[in-house]
């Protein structure tokens, strides 16, 4: 058996997140069902660095599975997107050691959240940046709370109340916002994130840039480790999983 990391990108929009649900169109369905294909083996199965909600895309999530077949590495990109939908692509292969995982062995993720500046925003382009139309966010005032979030915290404030991870502390390493043309891009990387929580704090900051709060909110709010102190989570067709990070 070989083990094979895949890099797969893919756009969010038509299905119920990344994560294998019964009777669900999810994106880790549609490559399993590949691979099962390719190997004539319902025992094949994948295994990615985290799940995706509903709605949220990917250039870089990536994944790992277990293989008998003697495909040189070359061939394993094309194989699988021959039998993936057009809205799913393997980008990369290789060949890793067996103590290679996709999820444990991760060192940290990037992700990338787009609003839309436009006065309206083009057909085009609305699974793929939230449109904030009436409201234009003061960029300074959300790159000041932004310090805040950076720095190992306890992010209870910032995740999901469904989340079932017990330890909630984590590192967030860099937290930049740039605006691009008619975008505002906020670019988030760490040591790993909790249900949710990229997404809580980008609705934070944009609650700040429109002065619903104030960037020192940011620190009181991370202090109280209580969700119900932070604002509304923001829509998932904004986001982006960018890269998934692992030591050499």
Not at 183 to 209: H, K, P, S
Request: charged share 25%; aromatic share 10%; with cysteine.
């Amino acid at each position: 058996m070989k083990r094979v990391k895949a890099t797969v990108a893919y756009d969010g929009t038509g299905y119920a997140g990344y994560q294998y649900q019964p009777n669900m169109r999810t994106v880790q369905s549609v490559i399993d069902k590949a691979l099962v294909k390719l190997h004539k083996d319902t025992s094949i199965y994948s295994v990615a660095s985290g799940r995706t909600d509903a709605g949220v895309h990917a250039w870089g999530q990536v994944i790992h599975f277990d293989t008998p077949l003697n495909l040189p590495l070359d061939r394993w990109q094309m194989a699988l997107n021959v039998l993936l939908p057009k809205d799913v692509r393997i980008v990369d292969t290789e060949f890793v050691s067996d103590d290679f995982h996709a999820r444990y062995s991760a060192t940290g993720k990037t992700y990338l959240y787009k609003w839309s500046l436009s006065r309206i925003q083009s057909p085009f382009e609305r699974n793929y940046a939230v449109h904030l139309g009436k409201w234009t966010p003061d960029i300074e005032r959300m790159r000041a709370a932004a310090q805040y979030v950076i720095g190992t915290h306890d992010f209870t404030s910032f995740c999901s109340s469904k989340t079932a991870t017990e330890n909630k502390v984590r590192t967030v390493r860099e937290l930049t916002l740039e605006k691009q043309g008619e975008e505002l891009l906020m670019t988030i990387e760490g040591d790993g994130f909790l249900y949710n929580m990229v997404r809580t704090i980008a609705g934070m900051l944009f609650a700040v840039g429109i002065g619903w709060n104030e960037p020192s909110d940011m620190k009181e709010i991370l202090e109280a480790k209580d969700r119900k102190k932070a604002g509304k989570t923001a829509p998932a067709h904004g986001l982006y999983l960018m890269s998934v990070t692992y030591d050499d």
